[in-house]
């Protein structure tokens, strides 16, 4: 049953006359007390925040005076107390309410300003367990939910990006703000501590390895808003959730406009790819187009990479978006920026890579100071009429997989490393996914399919293409392997690939008919390995 309420309409306009100054960042808070003072606003405050203001030279009080109660339990304790929450809670226009304000000499809070404790922040910080429960801020919540509750009366500041807005208002509406604005302040408030929420119940489950808590929360902060969504007539926005893990929501864009809705969607699949490959054996470059890779190549030099990736199918390549697993440098930039490209993303980059790219004044520039751990635990979020699909991610990586040869004829030391490249690959194309690789690089993919067969003959027929475009004799798909995402259900697929031109195959096996697929390769001469691991991605 719901609580009763007295109906009583709210005032348009509420008179500031006492704030109450409780924050973690001070960002921008002497600048916002000094203007509230000559609106002729009474600040009370707490702690740091009421030394930061007195030290300003600002007459204020501290919440001791009208609580009548020290701060106690290393300021655990300091705005729980009655004075500060009817203060703030309390109905003026109800009479009852205003009459308990009077007994117990509760003196109201017209406007609330509270930041809270940076749990995000130490959360991904690496610090320990006791550090970040003590950043578990409880006042602040309890104090910020009251003042959104009661926007009827108060007003609530969660953001110093707010305070100029806050300052124009009173300006105004001569010392008074407008039921709209608390309302939507309010709003913003209870957004703030439900993230916050989030993020502390979601940081319990993974400590306690929790793997699905009854009750699961998402937050994030607005980070743009964008143009549109997938589609024009979509509307669209970049929350970020706070992890650290280097990537497009962590990177800084050195230039070019902003990114649209799909370029962040492609570009994360496009960094998660390159991150793959290990830095330190060779150079790799991805180039992504709808978040599929067009080509992916390892080579002595990210110059060297770029045109191994760029041959595998040049055609889709335009408009594309480029990864990279090293610190882009003059060669490589020159090359990226000969056709159209959307977005260059990198660990970082060399001053005169940064110039080049400058021509361009649309090119997105990306850096992200590392890349991301291909077996590092995470999250995936998938939303779905009524609920969300949530699920850990895809954090197998094929080097450390124990490869099991089925077939007759082992894979040469050449072909398994051309398979270990394949299946890294195939692990960020869309299912059904095959991928055909040579000497370090692909040069066939096909993605999305609905039946494994089809994409065999699509990767088969965008090699054909490459290499009419490239003027050679016959597609690179002769003398290639080839990595399947899931097993082949049937043999058609395999001998698909077998009539493209590949020498070895690698997949996860455990159909149903493995054995027939296992004597097709067998029958052809041809080698095959099983992971034991699918890679779907939908």
């Known amino acids: 049953m719901a609580v009763p309420t007295k109906n009583i309409p709210a005032p348009d306009l509420v008179p500031v006359r006492r704030a109450l100054l409780s924050v973690f960042d001070k960002t921008g808070l002497v600048d916002f007390a000094k203007a509230l003072t000559a609106a002729g606003v009474e600040l009370v405050s707490t702690g740091g925040t009421a030394k930061t203001i007195a030290e300003a030279g600002l007459a204020v009080r501290d919440v001791s005076e009208l609580t009548g109660f020290p701060e106690i339990m290393d300021g655990r304790v300091k705005t729980l107390h009655p004075s500060v929450h009817g203060a703030l809670l309390g109905i003026r226009d109800d009479a009852d309410h205003a009459k308990a304000m009077r007994d117990h000499h509760i003196e109201p809070i017209d406007l609330l300003v509270s930041n809270l404790y940076p749990f995000e922040e130490v959360r991904h910080s690496g610090a320990g367990y006791a550090s970040i429960v003590e950043n578990i801020d409880i006042g602040g919540p309890a104090m910020i939910r009251a003042a959104a509750k009661n926007h009827a009366y108060v007003a609530i500041v969660t953001d110093p990006a707010d305070y100029a807005s806050v300052i124009n208002a009173l300006k105004m509406n001569l010392g008074s703000l407008s039921l709209e604005f608390r309302k939507m302040l309010a709003a913003k408030a209870f957004a703030r501590t439900a993230t916050y929420d989030a993020a502390i119940s979601g940081w319990f489950a993974e400590a306690l390895d929790i793997e699905h808590p009854t009750w699961r929360a998402f937050g994030g902060r607005l980070d743009q808003v964008m143009r549109y969504g997938e589609n024009p007539h979509q509307n669209a926005g970049f929350y970020l ?85 090293r610190i882009l440098d003059a060669e490589a930039a020159e090359e990226i920026v000969k056709i159209f490209t959307e977005v260059i993303i990198a660990p970082d980059a060399t001053d005169e890579a940064a110039a080049i790219v400058a021509a361009k004044k649309n090119l997105r520039l990306l850096v992200t100071g590392g890349l991301p751990d291909p077996r590092a ?9 009524g609920g969300l699909l949530v699920q850990s991610r895809d954090n197998a990586v094929v080097d450390d997989l124990e490869l099991k040869v089925v077939t007759k004829r082992a894979p040469t030391p050449a072909e398994l490393a051309d398979l270990k490249f394949a299946f890294r690959v195939a692990k960020h194309v869309k299912s059904n996914a095959i991928v055909y690789v040579k000497n370090g690089a692909t040069v066939g993919i096909g993605a999305g399919q609905m039946s494994r067969v089809d994409s065999s003959r699509i990767a088969a027929r965008k090699a054909l293409d490459a290499a009419e475009a490239a003027g050679l004799a016959q597609p690179l798909t002769k003398g290639s392997v080839v990595a399947s995402d899931a097993f082949f259900p049937f043999a058609d697929g395999l001998l698909s690939a077998i009539e493209a031109g590949a020498t070895a195959v690698i997949q996860p096996g455990g159909s149903m008919r493995d054995d027939d697929v296992i004597a097709a390769a067998d029958a052809h001469g041809i080698a095959m390995v099983f992971t034991g691991i699918r890679h779907f991605r939908h």
């Not at 080579?299 to 040049?314: E, R, T, V």
């Not at 635990?377 to 009429?385: D, Q, R």
């Open 241 to 325: 959730s706070g992890d650290k893990r280097p990537g497009v929501a962590t990177a800084r864009q050195l230039q070019g406009k902003q990114l649209s809705y799909n370029n962040i969607n492609d570009t994360d699949a496009a960094f998660e790819l390159v991150g793959e490959f290990d830095p330190a054996r060779s150079a790799a470059i991805a180039i992504i187009k709808h978040a599929n890779p067009c080509g992916v190549a390892e080579g002595s030099s990210l110059k060297a990479a770029y045109a191994k990736a760029l041959a595998c199918d040049p055609v889709s390549a335009f408009g594309g978006i480029v990864a990279m697993n």
């Open 377 to 385: 635990a995470g999250t995936t979020v998938k939303s779905v009429a």
